[in-house]
C-alpha cells in the first residue's frame, strides 16, 4: 500500500506493507532520514519526537497510516547550517549537547512549545519538556530553551520590522 | 427455643421489602416493588462496577492527573489535565496517544482521547456520589439521560474500556468485570427505569 | 609518576612510519606509541588514586594524522566520542602543537583495521590525562616533519620557518601543510622536539565549543544506530527474561514461514533470526518459542539479603592505627543502594558484514580491541581480518564495555551471506544490562575527646564491577583481593584519623553487574560522606571545618582541602534552615581528582527538591573548562537521578522494570536550576573528570535533608520517610 505524506517540505509516496508501521521507520529506514531516533519504541523516552502538522508526536508510537497527506517535519527540516532554527542557534549557542543521542527529540520538542507558548516559563518548560536525557544536559537546555524563545521573538519581531 | 433457618429468611426478606417499598413509593403492587427493585440496584451495580474499574476511573481523576494500569498509578512523565483536559500546550495527550490503540508500542488510543472534564472527576467518590454527579447537568458537560445514554453506550473512548490494548510490556490490559454487551444493558434500564440511585 | 616514565624516549622509531596518499592527495603520517602497561602498576594504586595511562596497540603502526589537500588534519582518535567531549579536548591538544587551527582539525573515531585503537578501552575518565603527552608529542613530530619537507621545498632552512594556522611561511615565501606534504615519499622521523610552553597554547584551557556541536544539532547520523551497509538485513536474538536462564532448545516451526524471514540461526548459545526488516525480525523472534532452563524465583528481598555485610569473601583494602575493640562504645550506621540501571538512550547496536576470511563491524563501543578479538575468535577469523568500525556513543556510561552482540550480529551476517544489523529492544537494554550493582554498608565512628574521630571502619559489600569483566582479567582481582571497580570510592581520605580500617566483601550475584559510570564511587561516597556529616553533628561543629580537621597533608589531601574550601566558600555553606532550604555538604577524590559539593534542597509536596548545587572540581590543567563544566553539571544531574529516584527490582526471576518511566529518572523538572562550577588547578597536568562528580551528590542532597527534617536517610534511593513529610 502507498502512502504519501510531505516531509520537510518534499512530498513523498512510500510503499508500506503494513500501514501500522511506526512513521519512525519510515523516516529513518525508507526515506533515510536519521536525525529522528529510537530509544525505547514506547513513546516514554522522546527521542523520536518530530512534527505532524505543526503538533510534536512521538512517532515510534504513530502509524504510518495517520500520516497520510500531512506536514511531517524532523530534525533535519527545522533548519541546516545555513538556515538554522532559533532552537538549533541556542542549543549551539549554550553547546547543550553530550552524547547528542537525545537531542533532536528535545530540540523537536522544544520548537513545538515555542510555536504554542512563544516566551516560556520555567513551569512551562518543566510540563511540556519531558523526553529523557541521560547525560544530564537538563540545566543547558533549560537555558537554551529560553534563549530559543528570545531569538525566535528578535526574529519575528525584526521581520515584521521588514514588512 | 431453636429458629428455623427458613422464619429467619423470611423476617429479613419481609423486612427488606419493606425497606425497598418504604423508598420507592410510586410503585403498588408489592410484586413488581421486588423485582423492579432488584433489577434496577443490579444495573446500578453493573453499571457502577465498570465506572469505577480503573479502565473508566484512571481518566476521571479528582487530582487532574490522568492513572495508569490497574494500580492506578499517577501517569508517568508527569503528565496532568492541563487547560483543556488534553495535557500541555506542546505536549499534549496527542503527542502519544492517537485513535487507536497502538499495538507496537502499547501507548492506548482512542476518539478524541482525553481525560473527562474536571466537573466528572469520580476518583475517591463513592457510588452514589459518582451517580449523583452523572446525572448532575452541571457535572455531566450538560446532559440529559437521553444523552447519556448515548454517551455510555455509543462513545468510541468509552466503550474503548473493552478494546483497551496491550502494556508496553506487550501484556493484555484488563477489561472491566462487566462485558460490554452488559454494560450496555445496564445503562439502558437504569435510566430507562428512571435513574434510581439506591441509598447506602 | 606516569610523566616520569613516559618521556620522549619511549617513543619508538622502529613503530613510526610514514606513508603517503591513503585516500586523499595529502599525506598519512602514521606511528604507534609505546605506553607503559597499567597492570605494572602499583596496583591498588592504579586502581584508585592514578589516572590509567592511555595504552595503544602496539603490535603495529597505525594512523594518527592525516594531512589533507585541503590542508586539513584528520585525527584518528583511539577513544571514543561518547558525549564527555574527549575529541574536543584532543583537537585543542593537536592543534596546539600542530600550529592549526580549531577549524582545520577534523576528529573521527579510528577504525581498528587503520587507526590507532586503545588496547584497553575509552572509559575510567582517562582519555585526555591519558593522551596529553603522547598525542601532543606526535602532533609535534608531525609539525616538525612537516617543516623539514617545506624547508626542502623552499630551500630555506627549517630554523627560519613559521607555522601559523597549518601555513609555513619564511623569507616571504609559504606553504601550506599539504603542498609540504604532497609528493613527500620518504619521511625523516625525528626525536620528539620540545613541547610548546603554556603561555603559547591558543587552543588547550579555553572553552572552545565542541566540535561533534554542528552535527549533534543538526541530526547528523553519526551513532551505531545509524549505521548502514548496502543491502543489509535486520537480525533479533531471543532472550529470557529470566534471571540465569541458560537456553536448552528451540521451537523456530512457526517463525520459519514468517513474511521476511531469511534464516534462522540456532548456535549454542542464542537463537537468532535474520530478516529483511527490523519490525518482521522482532515479530519472527517472539514467535520463537525457547526453554530456558531458569533459575528459580528470586525477588528483591533474596538479593538484599545475599548483599549483607558478613556474606561472601572479605579483603582489607586499607587499615591504619587500631581497629575498634569489642567493648568499644561507637557510633554505627547502615546504608544501601539498589541495583542501577545504565538506561543510556541509544539501545546498544552493531551491523556486521562477515564476508569470507574477513569482517567489518560498526559499532558504538568503548572496547573496540575486545570486540574485535571477540569476534575474531568466534568466527575463527584472523584479528587483523576484523575491522571494527567505532560510531560515536549515544551515551557509554560504562554499558558499551561490554559487545557480545557485535559477536552475535557477526554470527548472523556469516550465516545469511550479508550484513546484519541488530539492536536491542529497550525492554531487552532494561532486562539485560550490565547493572551498577546493589550495595550494603555498614560504618562505624568513634570521636575523641575533642570531638574528631578517633576511629572509623567501613565495611561494604559489593556484586561485581572489575571481576568477570573482559576488561579486567581474574587473575588481576586475585592478586589484588579487591575488584578494583568496586572499591573506587571506598579509601578513606580523612586520613588524620588515628585509626581507620575499610573492608570489601565480595558477593557473587545471580545475574551480571559491571561497569556503571563512578563505579562504586557513588554508593560509597554515599555513605563516607553521609557519616562524617552524622559525626560532625553528633560533634557540634560545621560539617566542613569537621572535614578540614581530619585530612591529611599530601598533595592529594591539600588538594581535597583546597575544593572544600572553594565549594564551601562559593555556595556561602551554612547549617540554618532558611525559607525551608537547607545545604548538605560532601566532598570526594576519584582517579586523582578532589571533588566537593554543596546541595541546596527543599521538600516540595513530600519530595525531596534540589535547588541548586555548587560543585569544586579540581581535574588538574583544564584543557577545555567549557567541557569540564558540562562533565559536573552531567554528573550533578546523573547522579541526582541515581539517588533520588531509580532502581531495579527483581520480581519472581524478572529484572524489572522494563521501561523508562517506571524506570524513574530524573527529568527536566527534576534538574537543578542553578548548577555552579568552580575550576581549581592542584597540578600542571588534565586529570580525571568524566566521573569524579558522581562522587558528592548523593551524601550532599542526603546531607541537606538530615539538616531540613532531622531524619538520616540510609537508603538509595532517597525518599523521606512518612514522619519527616512536612
Known amino acids: ?163 | ?200 | 609518576m606516569a610523566d616520569k616514565e613516559n618521556g620522549s624516549k619511549k617513543v619508538s622509531r622502529r613503530k613510526f612510519l610514514v606513508r603517503g596518499g591513503l585516500g586523499t592527495i595529502g599525506v598519512v603520517a602514521i606511528g604507534a606509541y609505546i605506553f607503559r602497561n597499567p597492570i605494572r602498576r602499583e596496583l591498588l594504586g592504579f586502581a584508585n588514586s592514578v589516572e590509567a595511562p592511555f595504552t595503544d596497540n602496539t603490535d603495529r603502526p597505525m594512523v594518527w594524522f592525516e594531512v589533507t589537500a585541503n590542508n586539513e588534519i584528520l585525527l584518528h582518535s583511539p577513544k571514543m566520542e561518547m558525549g564527555q567531549g574527549t575529541f574536543t579536548g584532543i583537537a585543542q591538544m593537536a592543534a596546539d602543537e600542530l600550529s592549526v587551527s580549531m577549524s582545520q582539525i577534523k576528529v573521527v573515531h579510528a577504525a581498528s583495521s587503520t587507526g590507532n585503537v586503545d588496547s584497553f578501552a575509552t572509559g575510567g575518565s582517562t582519555s585526555i590525562s591519558g593522551l596529553w603527552k603522547p598525542l601532543r608529542e606526535l602532533a609535534a613530530m608531525l609539525r616538525v616533519m612537516l617543516i623539514k619537507e617545506a624547508a626542502l621545498k623552499m630551500d630555506i632552512g627549517s630554523d627560519e620557518l613559521l607555522v601559523k594556522d597549518g601555513v609555513i611561511s619564511g623569507n616571504g615565501k609559504m606553504l601550506t601543510y599539504a603542498q609540504a606534504a604532497e609528493g613527500v615519499e620518504n619521511w625523516e622521523v625525528p626525536d620528539v622536539p620540545a613541547l610548546k610552553d603554556k603561555k603559547d597554547y591558543k587552543y588547550i584551557g579555553q572553552p572552545v565549543p565542541r566540535v561533534d556541536l554542528d552535527a549533534k544539532v543538526y541530526g547528523d547520523p553519526i551513532f551505531g544506530m545509524d549505521a548502514e551497509m548496502s543491502d543489509m538485513l535486520y537480525g533479533a536474538v531471543v532472550r529470557p527474561t529470566k534471571i540465569g536462564s541458560t537456553f536448552v532448545s528451540a521451537d523456530t516451526s512457526a517463525a520459519e514461514n514468517m513474511p521476511g524471514v531469511v534464516k534462522i540461526i540456532v548456535e549454542e548459545d542464542f537463537v537468532g533470526v535474520v530478516a529483511s526488516s527490523m519490525l518482521e525480525a522482532e515479530k519472527a523472534k517472539d514467535a520463537i518459542v525457547v526453554t530456558w532452563d531458569s533459575y528459580n524465583s528470586l525477588d528483591t528481598s533474596t538479593i538484599k539479603k545475599m548483599m549483607t555485610v558478613g556474606n561472601g569473601n572479605s579483603t582489607t583494602i586499607q587499615k591504619n592505627g587500631e581497629a575498634f575493640r569489642e567493648d568499644d562504645d561507637f557510633e554505627s550506621l547502615e546504608f544501601r543502594s539498589p541495583i542501577g540501571a545504565h538506561a543510556q538512550i541509544e539501545p546498544n547496536g552493531v551491523v556486521a558484514s562477515v564476508e569470507g576470511d574477513s569482517a567489518i563491524i560498526k559499532i558504538s563501543t568503548q572496547v573496540v580491541s575486545i570486540t574485535r578479538k571477540e569476534v575474531a575468535k568466534r568466527l575463527n577469523l584472523d584479528t587483523e581480518k576484523v575491522n571494527i568500525v567505532p560510531t560515536y556513543l549515544g551515551g557509554g556510561f560504562g554499558r558499551r564495555l561490554h559487545t557480545p552482540h557485535a559477536v552475535q550480529a557477526a554470527v548472523m551476517s556469516k550465516a545469511v551471506g550479508k550484513p546484519v544489523k541488530y539492536f536491542f529492544s529497550r525492554k531487552e537494554e532494561f532486562q539485560h544490562d550490565m547493572f551498577r550493582p546493589p550495595t550494603h554498608h555498614v560504618i562505624k565512628g568513634k570521636l575523641n575527646s575533642e570531638g574528631y574521630l578517633d576511629t572509623l571502619e567501613h565495611e561494604f559489600v559489593s556484586g561485581d564491577v572489575a571481576t568477570d569483566s573482559a576488561l579486567i582479567p581474574n587473575a588481576l582481582t586475585n592478586v589484588l583481593g579487591a575488584d578494583v571497580g568496586a572499591i573506587r570510592g571506598g579509601f578513606i581520605q580523612y586520613t588524620a584519623i588515628p585509626n581507620f580500617k575499610t573492608v570489601y566483601w565480595h558477593v557473587v550475584l545471580p545475574f551480571a553487574t559491571s561497569w556503571w559510570r563512578s563505579l562504586g564511587l557513588l554508593a560509597n561516597t554515599f555513605v563516607m560522606e553521609s557519616f562524617i556529616d552524622e559525626m560532625a553533628i553528633k560533634a557540634s561543629k560545621n560539617a566542613v571545618d569537621f572535614r578540614l580537621q581530619q585530612i591529611g597533608e599530601e598533595p592529594i589531601d591539600i588538594r581535597l582541602k583546597n575544593v572544600i574550601k572553594a565549594a564551601a566558600k562559593k555556595a556561602n555553606y551554612h547549617e540554618e534552615v532558611v525559607n525551608g532550604r537547607a545545604m548538605g555538604f560532601a566532598a570526594s577524590i576519584d582517579a586523582n581528582t578532589p571533588c566537593a559539593q554543596v546541595a541546596e534542597v527543599s521538600i516540595v509536596a513530600n519530595e525531596i527538591k534540589v535547588h541548586k548545587v555548587t560543585v569544586a572540581l579540581d581535574p588538574g590543567l583544564a584543557v577545555n573548562p567549557d567541557q569540564i563544566r558540562a562533565q559536573c553539571e552531567g554528573c550533578v544531574i546523573m547522579g541526582m537521578s541515581a539517588v533520588l529516584y531509580e532502581q531495579m527490582f527483581v520480581e519472581d526471576g524478572e529484572l524489572i522494570p522494563t521501561i523508562y518511566g517506571p524506570y524513574q529518572m530524573a527529568l527536566m523538572k527534576n534538574a537543578p536550576k542553578v548548577i555552579d562550577v568552580v575550576l581549581l588547578q592542584g597540578k600542571d597536568t588534565p586529570g580525571a573528570v568524566g566521573e569524579p562528580p558522581l562522587g558528592p551528590i548523593g551524601a550532599a542532597i542526603a546531607n541537606a535533608v538530615r539538616r531540613l527534617t532531622g531524619e538520616r536517610l540510609t537508603e538509595l534511593p532517597l525518599k523521606i520517610s512518612r514522619a519527616s513529610k512536612l
Open chain 1, 1 to 163: 500500500m502507498e502512502i504519501s505524506l510531505t516531509v520537510n517540505g518534499v512530498l513523498k509516496t512510500v510503499a508500506v506493507t503494513d500501514v501500522n508501521t511506526p512513521l519512525l521507520w519510515i523516516v529513518r529506514d525508507t526515506l533515510g532520514l536519521k536525525g529522528t531516533k529510537f530509544g525505547c519504541g514506547k513513546a516514554a523516552c522522546g527521542a523520536c519526537t518530530l512534527h505532524v502538522d505543526g503538533e510534536a508526536v512521538r512517532s515510534c508510537s504513530f502509524p504510518v497510516k495517520f500520516a497520510e497527506g500531512k506536514e511531517v517535519t524532523t530534525i533535519e527540516g527545522l533548519g541546516n547550517r545555513d538556515n538554522p532554527h532559533p532552537v538549533q542557534q541556542a542549543w549551539i549557542a549554550e553547546i547543550v549537547p553530550q552524547c547528542g543521542y537525545c537531542q533532536p527529540g528535545f530540540m523537536m520538542a522544544t520548537a513545538a512549545l515555542l510555536n504554542k507558548v512563544p516566551n516560556p516559563t520555567d513551569e512551562d518548560i518543566d510540563k511540556n519538556i519531558i523526553n529523557v536525557c541521560r547525560c544530564g544536559t537538563y540545566y543547558r537546555m533549560r537555558k537554551a530553551i529560553h534563549k530559543a524563545a528570545d531569538l525566535q521573538l528578535n526574529r519575528e519581531s525584526n521581520e515584521s520590522k521588514e514588512l
Open chain 2, 1 to 200: 427455643m431453636k429458629l428455623q433457618p427458613i422464619y429467619i429468611f423470611l423476617a429479613i426478606s419481609v423486612v427488606g421489602l419493606l425497606f425497598a417499598w418504604a423508598n420507592t413509593p410510586k410503585i403498588s403492587t408489592y410484586e413488581i416493588v421486588a423485582k423492579e427493585s432488584q433489577n434496577s440496584n443490579d444495573d446500578y451495580d453493573k453499571m457502577m462496577d465498570v465506572l469505577t474499574h480503573p479502565r473508566c476511573m484512571n481518566c476521571h481523576p479528582s487530582d487532574h492527573i490522568p492513572k495508569q494500569g490497574d494500580d492506578s498509578h499517577p501517569h508517568y512523565f508527569g503528565m496532568a489535565r492541563g487547560e483543556d483536559d488534553h495535557g500541555f500546550e506542546a505536549t499534549n495527550c496527542n503527542t502519544c496517544h492517537q485513535s487507536e490503540n497502538n499495538l507496537n508500542s502499547g501507548v492506548p488510543g482512542a476518539p478524541h482521547w482525553a481525560l473527562a472534564p474536571a466537573s466528572m472527576a469520580w476518583e475517591g467518590l463513592t457510588r452514589a456520589e459518582i451517580a449523583e454527579r452523572l446525572l448532575d447537568k452541571s457535572t455531566n458537560g450538560n446532559r440529559s439521560h437521553k444523552e447519556l445514554v448515548e454517551h455510555m453506550t455509543e462513545d468510541d473512548l468509552v466503550l474503548w474500556a473493552w478494546e483497551p490494548g496491550i502494556h508496553a510490556n506487550g501484556e493484555q490490559r484488563t477489561l472491566p468485570p462487566v462485558s460490554k454487551e452488559d454494560f450496555k444493558k445496564a445503562v439502558e434500564n437504569w435510566f430507562a427505569n428512571g435513574a434510581v440511585i439506591p441509598s447506602k
